[in-house]
């Protein structure tokens, strides 16, 4: 993505680990790795793992031209290739027996799918540091606002009362799960790659399972039972969990994007100089950061595609389907992280308005407690009757733009039910939020659970 629009879109801490400079990184230190791996069981010398893991400490610059690596790639298919003959001789230049050695018994997808699972590795942490971040800041909206009443919404029209806080500890909770997917693929999908041309590390002989072990612990990655070259579902977990993020991140960029909405005006993305400014309108304050996030969630169903498509792999080792992961993979970690880092700026510091929570529940004229008074006269004239009692007054309050409670004071069947305290009692929004607060409650507890 052009540097113009990066800052909106992306996180830099992240967008960094998948530059051209941290992928090559990468695949160096997959080199060493396996290098000192065979080393330790005996495939190689120990001498010319030495020599191989000193040269690649060095500044990635130092040891390969990029731009002689991007003119091989396009002719070899991938970029392991011309980095492996740009790593061996400058290998050479120090130890010509060293250089023998580079890159033995592996395949060129073995270094680009580890060097891919130490990127995922090193994306995921900033990830979950941030999530936990902003399931702490949403929870302290729900504790703050457990009790402050305001319009629930279905289908865009008022529906019945909520508090805000009932909204965010949704919020809260659907990060926390999404802090379980984080943390579940680090558990279970961060794997070496080791197989050779078909998985079978035949150039190793009898001593393949023992390097991919030692591979794994050089680089704190998970050892796998057997070679994935085609097998992506790993891969994939890694990116549904990103999607999944981005998704729900989406859905609370909507929710407070339309709270904005100036007739609503229920909260405020947080101010800032030159922040949601308007370059003809002085006196707009656009939502910008649920534009970024919103128009990430646009996107990342699309690369999700791509990588859905990518788990049809031909035989042991694929043509185009692998490749294609290589464009849909980083931009989804970048578009995650993007739309969570702008989460998290609106979640400390959202500017939340009571008073405008509170005309919007009378905007309606008590039309909203319907509901409510339909299931209080129900027991007495059964449920059906009392729906149409009520919605004929509902008909009338509109008719003659008055308060509903105006209009069912003057039912007989009503006075003869209640008494004008009890029906005041009846449509006060307070006294119809069901079981919010044990939701809330039961939110806070499972999210103090998991500290």
């Avoid at 509170?358 to 007495?380: I, S, V, W, Y």
Wanted: net charge negative; glycine share 6%.
């Amino acid at each position: 993505m052009s540097q113009l629009y990066a800052s909106l879109f992306y996180l830099a801490e992240v967008d960094d680990m998948f530059s051209d400079q941290s992928l090559v990184a990468y695949m160096l230190q997959v080199e060493a790795a396996l290098a000192k791996a065979q080393a330790k069981v005996g495939v190689i010398p120990f001498a010319a793992a030495e020599h191989i893991a000193a040269l690649i400490a060095q500044p990635v610059e130092t040891i390969i031209d990029f731009n002689q690596l991007a003119e091989a790639s396009a002719l070899a298919g991938n970029i392991a290739i011309p980095l492996v003959k740009q790593l061996t001789a400058k290998v050479k230049a120090v130890d010509e027996n060293a250089a023998r050695y580079v890159h033995w018994g592996a395949t060129s997808q073995d270094i680009i799918d580890t060097a891919c699972m130490l990127q995922c590795k090193a994306a995921l942490q900033p990830l979950e540091q941030r999530l936990k971040q902003a399931i702490k800041a949403t929870l302290q909206l729900t504790q703050d606002y457990r009790h402050q009443v305001m319009v629930g919404r279905t289908w865009l029209q008022q529906g019945l009362p909520l508090t805000f806080g009932y909204k965010t500890a949704r919020w809260s909770e659907s990060l926390a799960r999404d802090l379980n997917r984080v943390q579940e693929v680090q558990r279970n999908c961060l794997t070496v790659q080791l197989g050779g041309a078909v998985g079978t590390l035949a150039s190793l002989l009898n001593q393949g399972s023992q390097v991919v072990e030692a591979f794994a612990t050089e680089l704190d990655l998970l050892v796998p039972a057997c070679t994935w070259h085609a097998e992506r579902d790993r891969i994939t977990d890694i990116a549904h969990v990103l999607a999944t993020l981005t998704g729900n991140l989406g859905k609370m960029a909507k929710d407070w994007s339309l709270m904005m909405q100036t007739e609503i005006a229920e909260v405020y993305e947080p101010a800032g100089q030159g922040r949601g400014g308007s370059s003809t309108m002085p006196h707009k304050r656009n939502p910008v950061a649920a534009a970024s996030i919103l128009a990430a969630a646009n996107r990342v169903p699309t690369l999700m595609t791509s990588m859905y498509q990518s788990l049809v792999q031909e035989h042991e080792r694929s043509l185009g389907a692998w490749h294609a992961e290589w464009l849909a993979l980083p931009e989804l970690f970048r578009l995650t992280a993007g739309s969570l880092s702008r989460a998290l700026e609106v979640f400390e510091g959202l500017e939340v308005q009571p008073e405008n929570m509170r005309r919007n529940l009378e905007c309606t004229q008590g039309l909203m407690m319907a509901e409510a008074l339909m299931m209080a006269l129900a027991p007495k004239l059964g449920r059906l009757t009392a729906h149409h009692l009520v919605e004929k007054a509902c008909q009338m309050a509109v008719l003659e733009k008055c308060h509903l409670a105006e209009v069912v004071a003057r039912i007989p069947e009503v006075q003869a039910i209640f008494t004008s305290n009890e029906l005041k009692e009846i449509l006060e929004p307070e006294n119809y939020l069901g079981n919010i607060q044990a939701q809330i409650d039961a939110v806070i507890q499972k999210i103090q659970g998991m500290e």
